[in-house]
């Protein structure tokens, strides 16, 4: 299977915006996948919220509540690439963000990261107050 490899991470103020990209192997752009963003918090390593996902096919997305009308995921199947844009950023986003594809195996994309089988190395965000 091909790679996960997120860039675009960084410090920035409250208030202010960021966009990360994963290049995906065309096998997570293309077919029935699921793919987006996971992150995981200070603290929380053990703990991957998924926050972002949507199917290659266009026809489902999930945000959660936390990112819901401040941050968008989309994809662009011609570059192999997803992107996560990022408004209004807020310190309790501060985290480890990971791009990540798994099998789509229901209707909606599932925030459960056991369903995702491939992942990325990951990239920190860090929002200051």
């Known amino acids: 299977q091909g790679q996960l490899v997120e860039s675009g991470g960084g410090s920035v103020q409250a208030g202010g915006s960021l966009t990360l990209s994963c290049a995906a192997s065309?096998?997570?752009?293309?077919?029935?996948?699921?793919v987006g963003w996971f992150r995981q918090a200070p603290g929380k390593e053990h703990e991957y919220e998924g926050f972002?996902?949507?199917?290659?096919?266009?026809?489902?997305?999930y945000y959660a509540d936390s990112v819901r009308g401040r941050f968008a995921v989309s994809l662009d199947s011609a570059k192999n690439k997803i992107y996560l844009h990022m408004n209004n950023l807020k310190p309790d986003d501060t985290g480890a963000y990971y791009c990540?594809?798994?099998?789509?195996?229901?209707?909606?994309?599932?925030?459960?990261?056991?369903?995702?089988?491939?992942w990325g190395q990951g990239t920190q965000v860090t929002v200051s107050s």
């Open positions: 972002a996902l949507r199917g290659t096919r266009r026809d489902t997305t």
């Open positions: 990540a594809a798994g099998w789509r195996i229901r209707p909606a994309c599932s925030d459960n990261p056991s369903e995702y089988n491939w």
């Open positions: 065309s096998t997570y752009t293309y077919g029935h996948h699921c």
